[in-house]
């Protein structure tokens, strides 16, 4: 069966300082990767996918990058973290087509910027 | 654009009442699929169920039921003789399939409702 993990699984930062917050997947191949943010208020945002290796789309400009540098593992970065960027992060993974696939969410991590 | 409007922002009952969470859809697609999950307090987001657009059956899963109707662009959400542990946030969620399957299942959800079920 597929897993997936997140680490870590709460940050605590200060303002301007570096971010990795780590994504991986077991028990399949090629899935579609994705990173949302969950920010107080409830509702989740789209941040980035990724379709392949190395392959990256963002959906919103910020302060934040993601990378896929192995077909199952999804990595979200930023070089300077912004008091906007506390929030809960959820790293998701789906089958490829030929039909939308179930998007399945792993743990999360909650990160908080002081 | 595609949007997902959940209107109930809390629900609070009492065990063993009914209670139903609506999800209201925009999408220009004829073919898209939608989503409900689960977030318990722990965070992490449960899959409940999945309905593409051709499919308007309703389904019954033991004390969760879904009405999905084209007609009005609904895809309620029922629990039947709600229990404590229904007690979550609710995230009902589209897909559409873009043109030459090209959204690559990117999700846009609703804002969510906190179900709360006292005892």
């Known amino acids: 069966s597929q897993t997936i993990h997140q680490w870590p699984a709460t940050l605590v930062q200060p303002v301007g300082s570096p971010l990795s917050l780590e994504c991986t997947v077991e028990?399949?191949?090629?899935?579609?990767l994705y990173w949302y943010r969950q920010a107080a208020g409830r509702g989740l945002q789209l941040l980035f996918y990724s379709v392949g290796i190395g392959q990256i789309s963002s959906e919103v400009p910020q302060n934040l990058s993601a990378s896929r540098p192995q077909d199952r593992q999804f990595i979200l970065s930023s070089k300077k973290l912004l008091l906007s960027d506390s929030g809960f992060y959820l790293c998701?993974?789906?089958?490829?087509?030929?039909?939308?696939?179930?998007?399945?969410f792993g743990p999360g991590t909650r990160l908080l910027v002081l | 654009a595609q949007k997902v409007t959940q209107a109930q922002t809390e629900i609070s009952v009492v065990e063993k009442e009914d209670v139903t969470l609506d999800c209201v859809y925009e999408?220009?697609?004829?073919?898209?699929?939608l989503f409900w999950y689960k977030q318990p307090p722990s965070g992490e987001l449960v899959f409940l169920i999945r309905?593409?657009?051709?499919?308007?059956q309703n389904e019954i899963s033991g004390r969760y039921s879904w009405n999905f109707q084209k007609s009005t662009s609904s895809f309620n959400f029922t629990i039947t003789a709600s229990q404590v542990v229904d007690s979550a946030v609710y995230f009902c969620?589209?897909?559409?399939?873009?043109?030459?399957?090209?959204?690559?299942?990117?999700?846009?959800f609703g804002q969510g409702t906190i179900l709360t079920v006292h005892p």
């Open positions: 998701a993974w789906a089958g490829q087509r030929p039909t939308v696939e179930t998007q399945y």
């Open positions: 309905r593409n657009s051709f499919d308007e």
């Open positions: 999408t220009r697609d004829t073919t898209y699929y």
């Open positions: 969620a589209l897909s559409e399939d873009g043109a030459g399957g090209t959204s690559y299942g990117k999700l846009t």
């Open positions: 028990g399949t191949s090629n899935p579609n």
